[in-house]
């Protein structure tokens, strides 16, 4: 837990500047962290997308829907906002959505693909309204992002582009993450090492990583999977980077447990890929009500007791921080409470 408060580099504490707030909301089952898809829509077409997402696939909520939304989240509590999709910046008023969201009190935290940053205006506007980032760029070798999005395109160029517009605008850096989705041809030439050191030593940025899923289009991509042994050589090369230990997911458990998502049709999960955790949809009910009445099982409450975790990590060393990724046995075992079926530990 120590190792955990004394990061350097904030992103990988879970998204948040104040790691003894969440475990306070963790300790009382609270929600620190919503994660929004403020659109499903995304032009980048990653093969393995979760979240279906293509430039034509476009649902999203109603902008008075977000705000009030936004209202119920601050009034319950929440401290930030994840905005995530698709990709969040292809929404038209992603700006008035997200000075909302700021006026109200929150922090606005962006997963993006960084190519709309590419744009000068798009760019000031988003130094303004966000306080974190995260720029999803599996990999810098032109071969492999080919062959992770359909063939090459200037959209190669225009994200590398926007992570550094970024950096040279001043962006705090300790507020900035690169997020890989690891799949096998990352592997290929050990292709991630050079990723992880380009971000860590070039950048100065850290790497959050999530491993692959057979989830939505990955459903149709298995192949992708990497392997035990290559997802544990990835994420001990990263921690070493920052000396932080970890699972093979997102972030901490206390990340995890503080955060819930709501879909870009108002579906509300304490996970996207834990279909267990849905709970109701906002237009029907609104999500204070939602919260209120769901509340331990948007942040797993049961799971706070590892004995109720079934095999491994229910005794794993690192269960204090750790309690790998519900998602992964949801999919895979088809039960949220089995051990991660990817850890390596």
Not at 142 to 170: T, V, Y
Not at 229 to 243: F, I, L, P, T, V
Request: proline share 3%.
């Amino acid at each position: 837990m120590q190792r955990l408060k004394d990061a350097k580099n904030n992103v990988r504490r879970g998204w948040t500047r104040d790691l003894d707030d969440v475990i306070k909301y963790f300790n009382g089952s609270q929600i620190y962290t919503l994660e929004v898809k403020i659109t499903s829509s995304c032009v980048m077409n990653c093969l393995y997308c979760y979240a279906s997402s293509t430039k034509d696939s476009v649902q999203q909520m109603s902008t008075q829907t977000l705000c009030t939304l936004l209202d119920d989240a601050a009034d319950c509590g929440v401290q930030q906002i994840s905005w995530g999709g698709g990709e969040p910046l292809e929404r038209a008023d992603w700006r008035e959505v997200m000075a909302y969201a700021r006026d109200t009190g929150l922090r606005n935290l962006v997963m993006t693909n960084g190519m709309e940053l590419s744009d000068p205006g798009n760019l000031a506007d988003f130094m303004d309204l966000v306080e974190m980032v995260s720029v999803h760029i599996d990999t810098f070798d032109q071969g492999i992002w080919a062959r992770l999005h359909g063939g090459m395109s200037p959209r190669f160029d225009a994200q590398i582009q926007g992570l550094e517009g970024l950096i040279e605008s001043g962006f705090d850096r300790t507020d900035m993450a690169l997020y890989m989705t690891l799949t096998d041809p990352l592997f290929i030439a050990d292709d991630y090492l050079q990723t992880i050191d380009l971000a860590y030593d070039h950048y100065g940025i850290s790497v959050i990583m999530y491993p692959f899923r057979a989830f939505g289009f990955g459903k149709d991509v298995t192949d992708l999977n990497p392997t035990k042994e290559q997802m544990a050589r990835a994420y001990q090369y990263r921690n070493a980077k920052d000396g932080i230990p970890s699972g093979p997911g997102f972030g901490s458990k206390f990340y995890c447990s503080t955060s819930c998502h709501v879909g870009s049709g108002g579906e509300l999960f304490g996970c996207s890929m834990v279909l267990p955790s849905y709970v109701g949809n906002i237009h029907r009910i609104g999500f204070k009500d939602l919260y209120d009445r769901n509340s331990h099982t948007l942040t797993y409450h049961q799971l706070k007791d590892p004995s109720n975790i079934k095999g491994k990590c229910s005794s794993c060393a690192d269960n204090s921080f750790c309690w790998g990724c519900r998602g992964a046995s949801d999919i895979v075992c088809g039960d949220f409470t089995e051990s991660d079926p990817f850890c390596w530990k």
